[in-house]
């Protein structure tokens, strides 16, 4: 994408509750499987040209982890926030993603303001989300140099949403990368290492 990159965010490595598993990540505070740190390490190759001011991470293990391992490769250090964490979605953490489940959850993606049991909602998400990627953009600006922030594909949903309106449109697969660049036309962002393609799923499909 050609204007100047403000912010990459990348999509943690995988988990055990991520591939044949497939269940919700949400506040499930596991580490990187083997395949994860494999994508850590990957990640680690694909930044090597890159130049970032800061690498901040949510605050959970398979995020911290995978920022640790770039952050090395750099010699570096990680801030970790808990600002970046994936949607909380409560009493469906660690639970597989089957029809049931997914459309149970999405009674409260279709309502923002509905908390999930023992989590968030929507909305407490994006207000929590959002103002820390706008942060991030805001000190790449000061600085002059782009920020590395390590987190979710939640998270990542939110760049689509923010952007371009719709929350599949920057999608990556676990251990991929999107960035958020500024061009004559405005502030936008573009998955570019590991895009996703999106099937018009519901939210709830692919929730971390």
């Known amino acids: 994408m050609e204007g100047q990159p403000l912010i990459y965010m990348a999509r943690h490595g995988s988990t055990a509750l991520n591939g044949k598993a497939d269940c919700f990540r949400g506040k499930m505070d596991i580490e990187l499987d083997a395949e994860g740190r494999r994508d850590a390490h990957r990640l680690a190759h694909y930044f090597e040209p890159f130049e970032f001011g800061h690498i901040i991470s949510s605050d959970r293990k398979r995020a911290d982890e995978t920022a640790d391992i770039i952050a090395r490769s750099k010699g570096m250090e990680v801030y970790s926030t808990p600002s970046l964490r994936a949607f909380n979605v409560g009493v469906f953490s660690g639970k597989p993603k089957n029809k049931e489940n997914e459309e ?102 692919t929730i971390s």
Not at 186 to 203: C, E, N
Request: hydrophobic content about 40%; some cysteine; overall charge negative.
């Open 104 to 205: 149970a959850l999405q009674e409260y993606i279709q309502n923002p303001d509905r908390r999930v049991p023992e989590g968030e909602s929507l909305n407490e998400f994006k207000n929590r989300i959002r103002p820390a990627i706008w942060e991030a953009c805001e000190i790449a600006q000061e600085e002059g140099k782009p920020l590395l922030l390590v987190a979710h594909s939640s998270c990542i949903h939110e760049l689509g949403d923010m952007f371009h309106g719709d929350h599949e449109a920057v999608l990556v697969e676990p251990g991929g990368v999107a960035v958020v660049c500024m061009t004559a036309h405005g502030i936008t962002a573009a998955p570019i290492y590991k895009r996703r393609q999106a099937a018009s799923v519901q939210r709830a499909d």
